[in-house]
């Protein structure tokens, strides 16, 4: 249950940032939303670090 939490809330920054700097942000925000939707397999997914 916590790694689900801890999932959505990284997801929620990628979200964040990929608002506020989209050129930069929005693919990585739309790959974790898909991938906590389940169209990218099972964990562990190759998330990038957003800086």
Do not use: K, N
């Amino acid at each position: 249950m916590l790694r689900a939490v801890r999932e959505l809330r990284v997801a929620c920054y990628a979200l964040q940032q990929a608002a506020a700097d989209p050129a930069r942000h929005t693919a990585q925000a739309h790959y974790r939303v898909a991938c906590l939707r389940g169209e990218h397999g099972p964990r562990p997914w190759r998330w990038t670090a957003i800086a």
